[in-house]
T-cell receptor, first 110, second 116 residues
Framework: DAKTTQPPSMDCAEGRAANLPCNHSTISGNEYVYWYRQIHSQGPQYIIHGLKNNETNEMASLIITEDRKSSTLILPHATLRDTAVYYCIVATGSARQLTFGSGTQLTVLP | KAGVTQTPRYLIKTRGQQVTLSCSPISGHRSVSWYQQTPGQGLQFLFEYFSETQRNKGNFPGRFSGRQFSNSRSEMNVSTLELGDSALYLC???????????????FGSGTQLSVL
């Protein structure tokens, strides 16, 4: 699986959009970009995934660049409950063996 | 729909003992994966079971084993516990089909194992 690079930490004001970047310059054509988050002492939670097109669901939006070498996870109106470690993972569609990196610690400030 | 259930939530063992952890996947899910999380190594894949067969295996010693039952419930066993086995053990379930549309994993809250 391709490797990803994420900033170790980010802050965001409550109510503002949180934009979390991820670089995956070695992504293969059949690999998806997945985002999970982990709130302290809980299991990771699936957020969103995409292959080429931008995706949106009730939790977030995923913007993937045209060359697919980077992506951005957008939480449109961050709340204190969104404080967590966010993991960007690149894997094939059928992958259940996910490689988690260090992720980005997002802190939403009141 | 009930989520992924892991038992017990906390466990304390001593070196040399063995331990069995249990995972009940979401109803209808046939794939169960196990992960180990430590502060030093982060989240690491242990193995995955699908329809009672181990489908993938991570880079862990043979002391770590697992199995899956016909109802998709899974157990993992760690024998001859070492201090370094202290970790949060997470189980994830999915429908196991993946493919064209990608596959979501649903994680349980984990079992926190402390080896003294």
């Amino acid at each position: 699986d391709a490797k990803t690079t994420q900033p170790p930490s980010m802050d965001c004001a409550e109510g503002r959009a949180a934009n979390l970047p991820c670089n995956h310059s070695t992504i293969s054509g059949n690999e998806y970009v997945y985002w999970y988050r982990q709130i302290h002492s809980q299991g990771p939670q699936y957020i969103i995934h995409g292959l080429k097109n931008n995706e949106t669901n009730e939790m977030a939006s995923l913007i993937i660049t045209e060359d697919r070498k980077s992506s951005t996870l957008i939480l449109p109106h961050a709340t204190l409950r969104d404080t967590a470690v966010y993991y960007c993972i690149v894997a094939t569609g059928s992958a259940r063996q996910l490689t988690f990196g260090s992720g980005t610690q997002l802190t939403v400030l009141p | 729909k009930a989520g992924v259930t892991q038992t017990p939530r906390y466990l304390i063992k001593t070196r040399g003992q063995q331990v069995t952890l249990s995972c009940s996947p979401i109803s209808g899910h046939r794939s169960v994966s196990w992960y180990q999380q430590t502060p030093g190594q982060g989240l690491q894949f242990l193995f995955e079971y699908f329809s009672e067969t181990q489908r993938n295996k991570g880079n862990f010693p043979g002391r770590f084993s697992g199995r899956q039952f016909s109802n998709s419930r899974s157990e993992m066993n760690v024998s001859t516990l070492e201090l370094g086995d202290s970790a949060l053990y997470l189980c994830a379930s999915s429908d196991g089909t993946g493919g064209w549309f990608g596959e979501k994993l649903f994680f349980g809250s984990g079992t926190q194992l402390s080896v003294l």
